[in-house]
T-cell receptor, first 113, second 115 residues
């Protein structure tokens, strides 16, 4: 089944404790992206990747890192999480951005206390 | 820059009634337009998209949307809703050749279908 998977689905952590949210897709897509969803704000892009080893900042990159060492994986790293990073995070992938549908993972709900 | 405004944050409606979810966008260039649906505790999935051509676009689950260039709108409609349509709906735009490939989302509309 074609899908985007994320782990963990739920995470509660404390300020400053490094964490990684994994994202994997099995559709051989070139493009991958991370969004965060906050009430009343819709989804906003954090980082994106056009291909292996090619990543760039989206609209809200502060406090996040990413890497793309393999085509299928695109982990999101929070080196020192803060409470304002409490949010619902979605990974997405697409053959090419723009006119193509983006396929979304099930989401990771992160709470930073 | 582009922006998307969904005019209603919540839309309650009775089962089998028609519904319209409103979306306006702002852009100085042509854009691709999308509607995504998010069921509880799930990721987003595509309902329909407008790239070019006919302004009336049909999607999954009986939904359709009409692109109106003069009013910069892309409203989503369904003639008869079901309980299972209860979800959050997002309108999004994507400019052609946009750097970052990002979708620019509206704030979302919660559709609540009551029996």
């Amino acid at each position: 089944e074609a899908q985007v998977t994320q782990n963990p689905r739920y995470l509660i952590t404390v300020t400053g404790k490094k964490l990684t949210v994994t994202c994997s897709q099995n559709m051989n897509h070139e493009y991958m992206s991370w969004y965060r969803q906050d009430p009343g704000l819709g989804l906003r892009q954090i980082y994106y990747s056009m291909n292996v080893e090619v990543t760039d900042k989206g609209d809200v990159p502060e406090g996040y890192k990413v890497s793309r060492k393999e085509k299928r994986n695109f982990p999101l790293i929070l080196e020192s999480p803060s409470p304002n990073q409490t949010s619902l995070y979605f990974c997405a992938s697409s053959p090419l951005p723009g006119r193509n549908e983006q396929y979304f993972g099930p989401g990771t709900r992160l709470t930073v206390t | 820059a582009q922006s998307v405004t969904q005019l209603d944050s919540q839309v309650p409606v009775f089962e089998e009634a028609p519904v319209e979810l409103r979306c306006n966008y702002s852009s100085s260039v042509s854009v691709y337009l999308f509607w995504y649906v998010q069921y509880p505790n799930q990721g987003l999935q595509l309902l329909l998209k407008y790239l070019s051509g006919s302004t009336l676009v049909k999607g999954i689950n009986g939904f359709e949307a009409e692109f109106n260039k003069s009013q910069t709108s892309f409203h989503l409609r369904k003639p008869s809703v079901h309980i299972s349509d209860t979800a959050e709906y997002f309108c999004a735009v994507s400019p052609p050749y946009n750097q970052g490939g990002k979708l620019i989302f509206g704030q979302g509309t919660e559709l609540s279908v009551k029996p």
